[in-house]
């Protein structure tokens, strides 16, 4: 069965050549919008998701197989990139249309409970800025900023989901190291079906005083790890197959970090700058399983954005855009498969 694949792929990459030159092939941004779909890339593994509805193509440059939803492997023209553009061909657009034309049947996934992170506490201020308010100079602590953050956070998501629970890591001035977060996200109790969501709110600072803005991170786990065994399929298709299946753990916190970034661009987009996405490895999420992401809400060393973060009102739209962005994958979670789990 394997074998097939290969030898499938070598006549296929022939016909690739005639390909090209026609029209059949299509950028997979147009795809994208064509389907309606998310669509991510990864550079790293020069591979690729289009996701709709829970339901998932993934894809890599060069290689003739598509998977889809992390569990069937298919024969493919393989897309290619052209002055950094990814085209794929319109026999994986059709594949995608038939996927995401079946709903997901199984929906019974829920997000049990949000974990609000803010960082620092206590003796470790954070990062720490100035500010000059009607001429006289103040400190503005990260710690402070983000506990406010997080507590207005805190409470749009409870009387938003009384039926959820909506936790947070300190909700007062103390000193939590990083083992004891770590045991706060790992004890909470779930049902079988149910996820938890870990976000965790940070400021900047940066030598650079011109610096200014919000990053949202996404975090995956800090290990690497390969799913399938060289028992399972061809040695030389391995690696890739590997590596498009891996993606799928850290989609669900892409997502998640895509919403925020979107909710803060509509709240606060007009006074300061999106960053963007970024990822980051990282520890706290107790599986990868957990969409965990990070919000660096701004920069206390940026003058006119300290001046922002020092004002309640600004942490309020903040929160609201995060508020925002997590309700969107709340929605899109449970309306969708949740989490696939691997076998
Ligand atoms: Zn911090």
Sequence with gaps: MKRKIILFSTILLFFNFFLFANDEYISVQEASSQLGANLFWDPMTKS?????????????????????NFKDFSVTNAPYM?????????DLLEKAKELFSKPLLDTNF?????????????????????????????????????????????????SKYPDKKIMMTRSTDVFLTLEQRVDIANSV????????VYVSIHANSAFD???????????SPGYRRNILKESDVDAEILPILNSM???????????????????????????????GLKEEEWF????????????????????????????????????????????????????SRGFTISQ
């Design 284 to 335: 706290v999420v107790r599986n990868a399983n957990m969409p965990s992401v990070l919000v660096e809400v701004g920069f206390v060393s940026n003058p006119e954005e300290a001046l922002l973060l020092s004002d309640r009102n600004y942490l309020r739209k903040i929160a609201l855009g995060i508020y925002n962005g997590v309700s969107s994958f709340v929605t899109h979670f449970e309306h």
């Design 48 to 68: 690729g998701i289009l996701e709709k509805d829970g339901n998932s193509l993934a894809f890599a440059l060069n290689q003739e197989i598509a998977i889809s």
């Design 189 to 196: 109790k779930l049902a079988e079906n149910e996820a938890i």
């Design 82 to 90: 052209k002055d950094d553009i990814v085209y794929i061909h319109k």
């Design 209 to 219: 005083k011109k610096a200014k803005g919000f990053e949202t991170w996404y975090l």
């Design 245 to 275: 299946l891996e993606e799928e753990f850290t989609t669900e916190s892409i997502l998640i970090a895509k919403f925020i970034d979107d909710g803060l661009k509509k709240q606060v987009g007009d006074l300061t700058k999106s960053r």
């Design 110 to 158: 829920k997000i049990g409970a949000i974990l609000i992170d803010p960082g620092h506490g206590g003796k470790d201020p954070g990062t720490i800025g100035t500010i000059t308010k009607n001429g006289k100079k103040t400190s503005l602590n990260e710690k402070d900023i983000v506990l406010n953050v997080a507590l207005e956070l805190n409470n749009l998501l409870k």
